[in-house]
């Protein structure tokens, strides 16, 4: 069992940056590919990013490819989402998923956090 906990989420304007942290109860988060997601009102959850066990691969959606940046500390159970160049289109609760791949389908990831919201004005 991974218990995950996102924070870091708030308002800011376009332009601004953000980073969100997701911390993993469990010792056996080093073994586990990490993702983040959004899911704004009214849509479904999308994919945004993913990293490797071992943090030396990532996988990005083009909307946020360049601007967002997938890490994470295994010696501290936790993963990070580095989030630039914010736009009102990335308002959205971000979620953190813990899988086996750096897949982007949902149903791939087996542990979920609660979210956080990220909220941005224009």
């Known amino acids: 069992q991974v218990q995950l906990v996102e924070s870091g989420g708030g308002l800011v304007q376009a332009g601004d940056s953000l980073r969100l942290s997701c911390a993993a109860s469990?010792?056996?988060?080093?073994?586990?590919?990490m993702g983040w997601f959004r899911q704004a009102p009214g849509k479904s959850r999308e994919f945004v990013a993913a990293?490797?066990?071992?943090?030396?691969?990532?996988n990005y959606a083009d909307s946020v490819r360049g601007r967002f940046t997938i890490s994470r500390d295994n010696a501290k159970n936790t993963v990070y989402l580095q989030m630039n160049s914010l736009q009102p289109e990335d308002t959205a609760v971000y979620y953190c998923?813990?899988?086996?791949?750096?897949?982007?389908?949902?149903?791939?990831?087996?542990?979920w956090g609660q979210g956080t919201q990220v909220t941005v004005s224009s």
């Open positions: 998923a813990a899988g086996l791949t750096t897949a982007t389908p949902a149903r791939d990831y087996k542990y």
């Open positions: 469990a010792r056996t988060f080093s073994g586990y590919a």
């Open positions: 990293v490797t066990w071992s943090g030396r691969s990532t």
